[in-house]
């Protein structure tokens, strides 16, 4: 009997001793500085072509580190280098013919300027020869009435100078309207040559459109990195006919890298955007990483089946986002940490 009365108090103490450290493990988490588990990614960059072609080269392998506009792949570009000698031939042509029907309307402009100077001359001209022969035929008329002694030779040579005058008014006449015609064929020519040099110009402009959009194509054939990174992934292989689109090189940049925690509902108020935090990785636990809040979620969700938190009565949580400065590139994609909120230095 004593025997189960000492079993049952040892249990009895055990079982305190159990409830009271997990009491004090749950008031010791509660009273921590909140954070959670997570992983860190990098900004991973997909580089793809917009033409379908065959890989020439490929020049780095994976794991390589990389510059801002180093050389990753080449493709052969037969087909867009062909396309942009057709489109650079059909603008030259368009250029020649803007210049042809620039020409035309120069030349339309001063037959138009010569002709309106040979009517206006004209016109004068028979306006003088018309006065000149108003002139001579009132002279005439006046002979005919002065007395006998007037020589009859006289008369007739006013006369006939009036006659001379009238015959010359009526060709400057003639002249001034054959010019009026070719002012007006002219200003035809103008209008005919304006909307051929608009034309001109429009084909130009599509020759223009068709070249730059040939470059564009020719310069897809070359993909080069957009930014210093390492390479993750190469899915082909030289040799390879890749379709437009298709994933040619994916990149990582790891200079600053970012890992995701979650926040219970409870403990959301905690953290604003800017704030500071520690990350430890568990592949460097002797380390402190400084990290900055980027973002909070704006909507909670549910915990993830991967994530871990510290109480299991609060299922809604909300995604917090951390970055971190990897200067020295410790941290890597997939890592593990543990991120604290609050002030810290590595």
Not at 237 to 259: H, M, N, T, W, Y
Not at 296 to 308: D, G, S
């Amino acid at each position: 009997m004593r025997r189960v009365v000492v079993v049952l108090v040892v249990l009895t103490v055990v079982l305190a001793s159990l409830i009271a450290l997990r009491l004090w493990t749950q008031a010791r988490a509660l009273a921590a500085p909140s954070g959670g588990s997570g992983e860190i990614e990098g900004t991973d960059v997909d580089l793809s072509s917009r033409v379908g072609a065959r890989i020439l080269e490929v020049r780095v392998r994976e794991g390589d580190r990389v510059k801002a506009g180093d050389l990753l792949v080449r493709l052969d570009c037969a087909d867009p280098a062909a396309a942009l000698a057709e489109a650079e031939a059909r603008l030259a042509a368009a250029k020649a013919q803007a210049l042809a029907a620039g020409a035309q309307i120069q030349a339309s402009q001063r037959a138009r300027t010569a002709a309106g100077a040979t009517e206006e001359a004209a016109r004068a001209q028979a306006s003088a020869l018309a006065a000149q022969r108003d002139a001579a035929t009132r002279q005439a008329k006046r002979l005919e009435a002065l007395p006998q002694d007037v020589p009859a030779s006289s008369i007739d040579q006013t006369q006939a100078s009036a006659a001379g005058l009238e015959h010359q008014t009526t060709a400057a006449k003639a002249q001034a309207l054959a010019s009026a015609a070719q002012v007006r064929a002219a200003e035809v020519g103008i209008r005919s040559a304006s909307a051929q040099a608009d034309a001109a110009v429009a084909q130009m402009r599509a020759a223009e459109a068709s070249v730059a959009r040939a470059k564009l194509l020719v310069g897809e054939c070359e993909v080069r990195a957009p930014r210093d990174a390492e390479v993750a992934t190469l899915p082909h292989e030289a040799g390879e006919l890749v379709s437009p689109g298709a994933i040619l090189v994916r990149l990582v940049d790891l200079s600053e890298v970012k890992a995701t925690f979650y926040l219970p509902n409870a403990e959301v108020g905690a953290v604003k955007p800017g704030a500071k935090a520690v990350v430890v990785a568990d592949a460097f636990p002797e380390e402190r990483f400084e990290g900055t809040v980027r973002t909070v979620a704006l909507e909670a969700e549910f915990t993830p089946r991967n994530i871990q938190t510290r109480t299991d009565r609060d299922r809604l949580v909300y995604p917090v986002e951390v970055t971190v400065q990897n200067r020295d590139g410790k941290l890597r994609a997939g890592m593990p940490v543990q991120v604290t909120l609050g002030e810290g230095r590595r």
